[in-house]
């Protein structure tokens, strides 16, 4: 049976998770990457997702339900993109969940109302399933969305902060590979919430450094992570989402 997984900010107390699933029954097996999505943090959910469904079968079909509410002017649409369906409002996340354009997008429309959403999501997992895309969908073109980047120069890299995990821990948009490129061995100082907290070194993982004290490192993603070892960043630094984080190397 085909493998469906589901990304939003319904928290499972309401009937939303229940009633898609029982709309799916029988059609796919349903699996939950996460309902603990902030409420309307479609990038948080872009970026759950983005980390998440590659670990799933070629073929599995993703649903992104965050904010996902469509319009005649941003329906919600099917994009197939490394062997995997992606089911969202294409109003842009697209280009936030991919890294190169999808093979293809094609627009699914229903009836607009109340939880429409719902009646999209499983008219188009059917379309995908029972191999009737090209007569339940209609062909459309991937509207895109500025991604926030790391600003690197000789000497400095400038990031953001783009996650909080559950943990506390700040996930920025710093890749290993560009701190590689920009410092090329150089020593350096990366800088939270100004220049009097600071850490200067890259650790493997995080029992590298001793209880309460800040670290960074690259996680599983390839993006740096800043934390603290047996704390919470986020409370004991008031490290938000899209503060900055700078990085200055030695000249």
Same mark, same amino acid.
């Given at each position: 049976m085909p493998v469906v997984t589901? !990304? *939003?900010?319904?928290?499972?107390?309401?009937?939303?998770? %229940?009633? #898609? +699933? %029982?709309g799916l029954l029988g059609v796919a097996s349903l699996f939950e990457v996460?309902?603990?999505i902030n409420h309307f943090d479609v990038?948080?959910?872009?970026?759950? #997702?983005?980390?998440?469904?590659s670990r799933y079968p070629s073929g599995s079909i993703h649903i992104l339900a965050v904010q996902a509410q469509a319009t005649d002017q941003l329906p919600m649409s099917v994009a197939y993109y490394d062997h995997h369906y992606f089911i969202t409002v294409n109003d842009g996340r697209f280009s936030l969940l991919f890294d190169s354009e999808p093979e293809w997008i094609r627009a699914v429309y229903t009836a607009q109302g109340t939880f429409s959403e719902l009646d999209a999501y499983i008219k188009a997992v059917r379309a995908i399933v029972e191999k009737k895309l090209e007569d339940l969908t209609l062909p459309a073109v991937m509207k895109t969305e500025v991604r926030l980047s790391a600003v690197a120069e000789k000497d400095y890299?400038? %990031?953001?902060?783009?996650?909080?995990? *559950?943990?506390?821990?700040?996930? !920025?948009?710093?890749?290993?590979? #560009?701190?590689?490129?920009?410092?090329? %061995?150089r020593k350096y100082s990366i800088y939270l919430q100004g220049p009097y907290?600071?850490?200067?070194?890259?650790? +493997?993982?995080? *029992?590298?450094?001793?209880?309460g004290e800040l670290l960074a490192l690259f996680n599983s993603a390839?993006?740096?992570?800043?934390?603290?070892?047996?704390g919470n960043l986020s409370s004991l630094e008031n490290i938000?989402?899209?503060? +900055?984080?700078q990085i200055q190397f030695n000249k």
């Open positions: 589901v !990304t *939003s900010d319904w928290n499972k107390r309401d009937f939303y998770a %229940g009633a #898609l +699933e %029982g996460t309902h603990h990038r948080m959910g872009v970026f759950v #997702l983005r980390q998440a469904y890299i400038m %990031g953001q902060v783009i996650y909080i995990d *559950s943990y506390g821990n700040a996930v !920025t948009n710093i890749s290993r590979s #560009l701190f590689e490129k920009v410092g090329s %061995g907290t600071k850490i200067e070194k890259i650790s +493997e993982g995080y *029992s590298g450094v001793r209880p390839g993006l740096m992570e800043l934390a603290v070892f047996l938000g989402l899209y503060d +900055e984080i």
